[in-house]
């Protein structure tokens, strides 16, 4: 079974521009998360979605939106970039039914996006 | 809301020497708890995690962990080391029962290991 893939690998952005990020979760897998990685913060939980929706959010500004397709693919976007967004931005896909259904909470985690901003 | 903490930043290890990696966390409610590793340039690995049932969880690599209600611990423990072991570890806990999927990290904890 292919793991959660992630692209681009690796991206360099200006300042003030753009960026969208691209995540497949497992075949089957119905939920996806995001998480920013950076020396200083850590890892944080930016927002998962479930079905189509937005499920969970972190405490980030609204320049970073998600979004999630009918085929559970994912799609992470930041506008007016600054220097401080530059991280490791990785997805991660559970095998989850949402509340009604237990879930495995077993998240596997992509190889990430490498976020350069300068 | 709930926290994790890893106290040791950095952990030197000789090969073939025991390791524990320490974690304590914090909730109001019921929280599962788990431990990645990440290896260079690479993503995370769910090592083990503790939903219920014996507190002791085994999981992969050699790699083990006990859960301590009283002590809200969850260290992680290998009786022998390997080089390959080096990477950084990371403990996370999950609120339970909440249908959630939200992990919140500890800051992380790296392992060498000494030749």
């Known amino acids: 079974k292919a793991g959660v893939t992630q692209t681009p690998r690796y991206l360099i952005k200006t300042r003030g521009q753009q960026v969208t990020l691209s995540c497949s979760p497992i075949s089957g897998h119905r939920s996806v998360s995001w998480y920013q990685q950076t020396p200083g913060q850590g890892l944080q939980f930016l927002f998962e979605?479930?079905?189509?929706?937005?499920?969970n959010k972190g405490n980030f500004p609204g320049r970073f939106s998600g979004r999630q397709f009918s085929n559970s693919r994912s799609e992470m976007n930041v506008s007016t970039l600054e220097l401080g967004d530059s991280a490791l931005y990785l997805c991660a896909s559970s095998l989850t039914g949402g509340k009604l259904q237990r879930s495995s909470y077993e998240q596997y985690f992509g190889p990430g996006t490498r976020l350069t901003v300068t | 809301a709930q926290s994790v903490t890893q106290l040791d930043s950095q952990v030197p290890v000789f090969e073939e020497a025991p390791v524990e990696l320490r974690c304590n966390y914090s909730s109001s409610v019921s929280v599962y708890l788990f431990w990645y590793v990440q290896y260079p340039n690479q993503g995370l690995q769910l090592l083990l995690k503790?939903?219920?049932?014996?507190?002791l969880v085994k999981g992969i690599n050699g790699f083990e962990a006990e859960f301590n209600k009283s002590q809200t611990s969850f260290h992680l423990r290998k009786p022998s080391v390997h080089i390959s072991d080096t990477a950084e570890y990371f403990c996370?806990?999950?609120?339970?029962?909440?249908?959630?999927?939200?992990?919140?990290f500890g800051t992380g904890t790296r392992l060498t290991i000494i030749p």
């Open positions: 979605y479930f079905s189509e929706t937005q499920r």
């Open positions: 996370a806990v999950v609120l339970a029962n909440f249908g959630n999927e939200k992990l919140t």
């Open positions: 503790y939903l219920s049932g014996s507190t």
